[in-house]
């Protein structure tokens, strides 16, 4: 299994409302990431767990917030978004947390803030 | 600082034409690795290659090739009788041990293989 599965694909939600995008991978990897893509740009990178605690935030607002209830598994909880953080929202792994080593990357979220 | 560029916004080329993708990076590591990422419609990015500085070899997978010269700080990518399931955004990048556990990804390359 060489899949990085996130869920929802697709949503949309409201300033107001509060939601959690889901990342789960079975590879034994022991880095996991989110980055944040908008349309025609590269990914910025978000969050780094390394062995399942969190090793980098790259300053994110905390209407953000990470979670990794255990190796296999992140979550990124969206509390009173903002439309300008409309974006792909990508969940990575890698073996360790060396940027050295590939990334093993999910088909992301299309995350639309209305 | 490191940086990595991809001069070419968007391509488009014939199927089977040949193509080549441009990418020039800085860093002031002198152990450093450059990546390709493919990033099709569905989103994901698919892992196409690492090369570390030391290894100045130029490598070919299938169709696949790239040329990495460190006298010009330049990594590569050529796709050879292209085909319509090579479009994509093409994305360079750089790791380094100035780098905090980031990749530095170029800004992509969109390329449309017309049929």
């Known amino acids: 299994d060489t899949e990085v599965t996130q869920t929802p694909k697709h949503l949309v939600m409201g300033m107001t409302n509060k939601k959690s995008l889901k990342c789960e991978q079975h590879?034994?990897?022991?880095?996991m990431y989110w980055y944040k893509q908008k349309a025609k740009k590269p990914p910025e990178l978000m969050f780094v767990y390394s062995y399942e605690k969190l090793s980098i935030n790259e300053s994110v607002p905390s209407r953000f917030s990470p979670e990794c209830p255990n190796s296999s598994l992140l979550n990124l909880h969206l509390h009173a978004l903002q439309p300008e953080d409309s974006a792909l929202y990508l969940c990575?792994?890698?073996?360790?947390?060396?940027?050295?080593?590939?990334?093993?990357f999910g088909q992301g979220t299309r995350l639309t803030v209305v | 600082a490191q940086k990595v560029t991809q001069a070419q916004t968007e391509i488009s080329v014939v199927e089977k034409e040949d193509v080549t993708l441009d990418c020039v990076y800085e860093?002031?590591?002198?152990?450093?690795?450059l990546f390709w990422y493919k990033q099709p419609p569905s989103g994901e990015l698919v892992f196409l290659i690492r090369?570390?500085?030391?290894?100045?070899q130029n490598e070919i997978s299938g169709r696949y090739s790239w040329n990495f010269q460190k006298s010009t700080s330049s990594f590569n990518f050529t796709i050879t009788a292209s085909q319509v399931v090579d479009s994509a955004v093409y994305f360079c990048?750089?790791?380094?041990?100035?780098?905090?556990?980031?990749?530095?990804f170029g800004t992509g390359t969109r390329l449309t293989i017309i049929p």
């Open positions: 590879m034994g990897h022991r880095a």
């Open positions: 860093t002031r590591d002198t152990t450093y690795y």
């Open positions: 090369r570390n500085s030391f290894d100045e």
């Open positions: 990575a792994s890698s073996q360790d947390p060396d940027p050295n080593t590939e990334a093993f």
């Open positions: 990048a750089l790791s380094d041990n100035f780098g905090n556990e980031k990749l530095t």
